[in-house]
């Protein structure tokens, strides 16, 4: 079984302020995680995933993870918030080519 | 990359009554997946539907509430029967990457119930 944890259901975040955002999960296989946003009236968008390698990775719109192991962790970081940036933001996981569990989703409101 | 459109966008229902929500992709996939999105809570699995079988439910889900219909490979329907209040959610179809190597999932904009 997978699960994931996303503690804080919104984060408010002055523009131009870091901001992080927190996912942790638990599988019993190797694990494949990912960010998705939703901006307002829109589907998902994948931002960001680890499949493997390098722990560090990095959306081209400035935001990166760090899968932690030990920590069992996936959080995203930005160094300096836009007001495009105020989305939801979806943590999840999957055990490969299998079902993937989702977390409940942090609301970022960029306050200007 | 897929491009997913749901219709309608938006609906209002009565009690008692059932939704149609029909899902098209660009491209021929051999998995579709209808999942729902209640305010906050996670996005939640309903059932997996493949062309020329029956959908697989997930635990919770069953197919008189929630018929799925997969008649072609770029094409699905969900029924949201029956409903009630608690029915109301975002429905989205949703679709893997299908090159393998990249476990990404694209997902249509989401169909907005409101069950009065």
């Known amino acids: 079984a997978q699960s994931v944890t996303q503690l804080d259901s919104q984060v408010p975040v002055f523009e131009e302020a870091p901001v992080e955002l927190r996912c942790n999960y638990s599988?019993?296989?190797?694990?494949?995680l990912f960010w998705y946003v939703q901006y307002p009236n829109q589907g998902l968008q994948l931002l960001l995933k680890y499949l493997s390698g390098s722990t560090l990775v990095e959306s081209i719109n400035g935001f990166e993870a760090e899968f932690n192991k030990s920590q069992t962790s996936f959080h995203l970081r930005k160094p300096s918030v836009h007001i495009s940036d105020t989305a939801e933001y979806f943590c999840?996981?999957?055990?490969?080519?299998?079902?993937?569990?989702f977390g409940t989703g942090t609301k970022l409101q960029v306050i200007p | 990359s897929a491009v997913i459109s749901q219709k309608p966008s938006r609906d209002i229902c009565q009690r008692g009554t059932s939704l149609t929500i029909q899902c098209q992709v660009d491209?021929?996939?051999?998995?579709m997946f209808w999942y729902r999105q209640q305010p906050g809570q996670s996005l939640t699995l309903i059932a997996t539907a493949n062309q020329g079988s029956e959908a697989t439910y997930e635990s919770g889900f069953v197919i008189d509430k929630f018929p799925i219909s997969r008649p072609n490979l770029t094409f699905s329907t969900l029924t949201v029967s029956n409903l009630s209040p608690e029915d109301s959610s975002i429905y989205l179809c949703?679709?893997?990457?299908?090159?393998?190597?990249?476990?990404?999932?694209?997902f249509g904009p989401g169909t907005r119930l409101t069950v009065t």
């Open positions: 999840a996981v999957s055990g490969g080519y299998q079902k993937v569990t």
């Open positions: 491209s021929q996939v051999t998995m």
């Open positions: 599988s019993s296989v190797s694990v494949y």
């Open positions: 949703s679709v893997r990457n299908p090159d393998r190597s990249s476990y990404e999932q694209y």
